[in-house]
Nanobody, 116 residues
């Protein structure tokens, strides 16, 4: 069983920055990919960014150029650096990991609210 602990959410004004963290309970070397998803009220959960074990990254079009996903292997942690936040970025953000044995695990979610 893998546990993911997210932190860093909060209330910010439009244009400000925020960084989310997701710490995994297993070595990051047992993880194939880590990703951030978000779900706004009344909407489906959507992929925000993903990073592979090799460091390759993919972003949703809506966040390209504003968000950066990164990982710290020594801390078994993945980050989502969010810049120039917009009200439409308001959502619950979830961390997801896919392990080397093919299992998927989700974090509990952290709320990000961006005021206009």
């Amino acid at each position: 069983q893998v546990q993911l602990v997210e932190s860093g959410g909060g209330l910010v004004q439009g244009g400000e920055s925020l960084t989310l963290s997701c710490a995994a309970s297993v070595s990051i070397f047992n993880i194939n990919t880590m990703a951030w998803y978000r779900q706004a009220p009344g909407k489906q959960r959507e992929l925000v960014a993903i990073i592979t074990s090799g460091g390759s990254t993919t972003y949703a079009d809506s966040v390209k150029g504003r968000f950066t996903i990164s990982r710290d292997n020594a801390k078994n942690t993945v980050y989502l650096h969010m810049n120039t936040l917009k009200p439409e970025d308001t959502a619950v953000y979830y961390c997801k990991t896919t392990t080397t044995w093919g299992a998927n695990y989700w974090g509990q979610g952290t709320q990000v609210t961006v005021s206009s």
